[in-house]
């Protein structure tokens, strides 16, 4: 593992451990609390690569009554309680860091309602993405954002970290699609905030600031989500590259040609390569490759798949084709969808990071990388959403010393990224992985502002501790 962190503070004693279990099995009935070693293991990790930490007790909740519930129990022992959904986190927000209560809410997985006429879904925490996709969409409908996740990520987890994906150049990111959402608070206070209109100003706007705070505030226990008219045509081209300078031109191009792809995603060389060796055949000559889709009504989709193809030409692009089905389209996305584990089984270790930077300032970003890997000699690829500057940046590595050379790397980005006008995170999260950068980017009357809206909420630092900001000396993060 790249970093183990240490507990914002120090472990439960045995005795307060049997404690808190007592008052859990208690509170919502011994079948809704896990206490053996091996099920509480299911509940240290997720897909970061921080080193997994035991919580002490874990609450499997089936209804927002247990949510509030097991938030009770905590503020009255005075123990953490760490939310999670699916897990599927990169940036270890679901890290029961401080041990206590891991609070899984993947058991409230219900569609609850599907408003075709005030174009509202309302859900569950535990609903997979991809199932609400299909519900939707089978009436019509479009619930844009599409974490890369989507087959197994919920939507309390996308909630609390403000989750986007490829189609979020066009259509932007979670928070743009979350009107209301009822929330449970430390000590078990129910809360809803929001509204299921889609305007709205009144009073300060709370869901707004819940949506990303990667659970260090509330436990979402309902959302009303916004939905869209389904696009009649999706059009998904797929256009090579002599090098990512000409990827670059093709996109400004594009953008001056009047056409918002929905996605324009890249993948640089070394990507290609993995691409390559993985069995799918990319010409080899090229050195990156564009995913590219344009949707909307058949006409004005068309035109601008013509555009699309035009300005990849005009870029010097080897070559442009347009998927001529919708099962070419759905194998081309499931090869791009599968790159993050295509990439994870590469190495013994694999830390993905998800910056962003001004999209004419990509050639630059990777120009850094090849600096970078030469510097360490770690090997990096390359790939993300060309379109908002959002790339994915995987460090891969086996040798169990090279620790301090992928430290070094990640600040050697990180610092290139904040010159470059970029931030160090466009969906991950900062979490464990990058809270001791959060000063590269944020000032200090900044952070300390933030740490006291998390007082606000929690002022004894009980819910998710030890997440997003940095460590102070001889503390935790908070």
């Given at each position: 593992?790249?970093?183990?962190?240490?507990?914002?503070?120090?472990?439960?004693?045995?005795?307060?451990?049997?404690?808190?279990?007592?008052?859990?099995?208690?509170?919502?009935?011994?079948?809704?609390?896990?206490?053996?070693?091996?099920?509480?293991?299911?509940?240290?990790?997720?897909?970061?690569?921080?080193?997994?930490?035991?919580?002490?007790?874990?609450?499997?909740?089936?209804?927002?009554?247990?949510?509030?519930?097991?938030?009770?129990?905590?503020?009255?022992?005075?123990?953490?309680?760490?939310?999670?959904?699916a897990?599927?986190?990169?940036?270890?927000?679901?890290?029961?860091?401080?041990?206590?209560?891991?609070?899984?809410?993947?058991?409230?997985?219900?569609?609850?309602?599907?408003?075709?006429?005030?174009?509202?879904?309302?859900?569950?925490?535990?609903?997979?993405?991809?199932?609400?996709?299909?519900?939707?969409?089978?009436?019509?409908?479009?619930?844009?954002?599409?974490?890369?996740?989507?087959?197994?990520?919920?939507?309390?987890?996308?909630?609390a970290?403000?989750?986007?994906?490829?189609?979020?150049?066009?259509y932007?990111?979670?928070?743009?699609?979350?009107?209301?959402?009822?929330?449970?608070?430390?000590?078990?206070?129910?809360?809803?905030?929001?509204?299921?209109?889609?305007?709205?100003?009144?009073?300060?706007?709370?869901?707004?600031?819940?949506?990303?705070?990667?659970?260090?505030?509330?436990?979402?226990?309902?959302?009303?989500?916004?939905?869209?008219?389904?696009?009649?045509?999706?059009?998904?081209?797929?256009?090579?590259f002599?090098?990512?300078?000409?990827?670059?031109?093709?996109?400004?191009?594009?953008?001056?040609?009047?056409?918002v792809?929905?996605c324009?995603?890249?993948?640089?060389?070394?990507?290609?390569?993995?691409v390559?060796?993985?069995?799918?055949?990319?010409?080899?000559?090229?050195?990156?490759?564009?995913?590219?889709?344009?949707?909307?009504?058949?006409?004005?989709?068309?035109?601008?798949?013509?555009?699309?193809?035009?300005?990849?030409?005009r870029?010097?692009?080897?070559?442009?084709?347009?998927?001529?089905?919708?099962?070419?389209?759905?194998?081309?996305?499931?090869?791009?969808?599968?790159l993050?584990?295509?990439?994870?089984a590469?190495?013994?270790?694999k830390?993905?990071?998800?910056?962003?930077?001004p999209?004419?300032?990509?050639?630059?970003l990777?120009?850094?990388?090849?600096?970078?890997?030469?510097?360490?000699?770690?090997?990096?690829?390359?790939?993300?959403?060309?379109?908002?500057?959002?790339?994915?940046?995987?460090?891969?590595?086996?040798?169990?010393?090279?620790?301090?050379?992928?430290?070094?790397?990640?600040?050697?980005?990180?610092?290139?990224?904040?010159?470059?006008?970029?931030?160090?995170?466009?969906?991950?999260?900062?979490?464990?992985?990058?809270?001791r950068?959060?000063?590269?980017?944020?000032?200090?009357?900044?952070?300390?502002?933030?740490?006291g809206?998390?007082?606000?909420?929690?002022?004894?630092?009980?819910?998710?501790?030890g997440?997003?900001?940095?460590?102070?000396?001889?503390?935790?993060a908070?």
């Amino acid at each position: 593992m790249l970093r183990r962190l240490d507990p914002p503070s120090p472990r439960l004693t045995p005795a307060r451990v049997d404690r808190l279990r007592s008052a859990l099995e208690r509170a919502l009935g011994p079948s809704k609390v896990q206490t053996s070693s091996e099920a509480l293991f299911a509940f240290a990790g997720d897909e970061s690569e921080n080193e997994p930490v035991l919580p002490d007790a874990a609450v499997l909740a089936s209804s927002a009554a247990d949510v509030l519930a097991a938030l009770k129990v905590a503020l009255d022992e005075g123990v953490p309680i760490t939310p999670r959904a699916a897990g599927s986190g990169k940036s270890g927000g679901a890290i029961p860091l401080a041990g206590g209560i891991a609070l899984a809410t993947a058991g409230l997985g219900r569609i609850l309602d599907i408003d075709a006429t005030e174009l509202t879904a309302t859900v569950e925490p535990g609903v997979v993405l991809g199932e609400l996709h299909r519900a939707v969409e089978e009436l019509g409908l479009f619930y844009p954002p599409d974490a890369n996740s989507l087959s197994w990520c919920a939507l309390g987890g996308n909630i609390a970290e403000n989750a986007g994906g490829p189609r979020a150049f066009k259509y932007g990111v979670t928070r743009d699609y979350v009107l209301g959402l009822d929330v449970g608070l430390v000590g078990g206070q129910a809360l809803t905030v929001g509204r299921k209109t889609k305007k709205g100003v009144t009073g300060y706007d709370v869901a707004g600031l819940l949506v990303g705070s990667e659970g260090t505030l509330a436990v979402t226990t309902r959302a009303t989500l916004r939905l869209i008219p389904k696009p009649e045509l999706v059009a998904t081209l797929l256009a090579l590259f002599p090098d990512v300078r000409a990827c670059g031109a093709a996109v400004q191009s594009i953008l001056a040609a009047g056409v918002v792809p929905r996605c324009i995603e890249l993948l640089d060389a070394p990507t290609l390569a993995a691409v390559r060796a993985g069995g799918v055949d990319v010409d080899g000559a090229a050195r990156a490759m564009l995913i590219l889709e344009v949707d909307g009504v058949e006409a004005t989709t068309l035109v601008e798949q013509e555009r699309v193809g035009d300005a990849c030409d005009r870029a010097g692009a080897l070559s442009v084709l347009v998927a001529q089905s919708a099962s070419q389209r759905d194998r081309l996305w499931a090869a791009r969808r599968a790159l993050s584990t295509t990439t994870r089984a590469m190495a013994r270790h694999k830390v993905s990071e998800d910056v962003v930077v001004p999209r004419t300032r990509i050639p630059d970003l990777l120009d850094e990388v090849d600096r970078i890997r030469e510097k360490t000699q770690i090997r990096m690829l390359t790939y993300g959403h060309a379109g908002d500057g959002n790339l994915h940046v995987n460090y891969l590595w086996d040798d169990p010393d090279a620790g301090p050379r992928v430290e070094l790397g990640l600040e050697m980005l990180f610092r290139r990224v904040v010159e470059l006008g970029g931030t160090l995170t466009g969906e991950h999260g900062v979490g464990l992985s990058k809270r001791r950068f959060l000063p590269l980017e944020q000032s200090a009357p900044l952070i300390e502002l933030q740490r006291g809206l998390k007082r606000v909420f929690d002022p004894n630092d009980l819910l998710n501790p030890g997440k997003v900001f940095p460590e102070r000396e001889g503390h935790g993060a908070c």
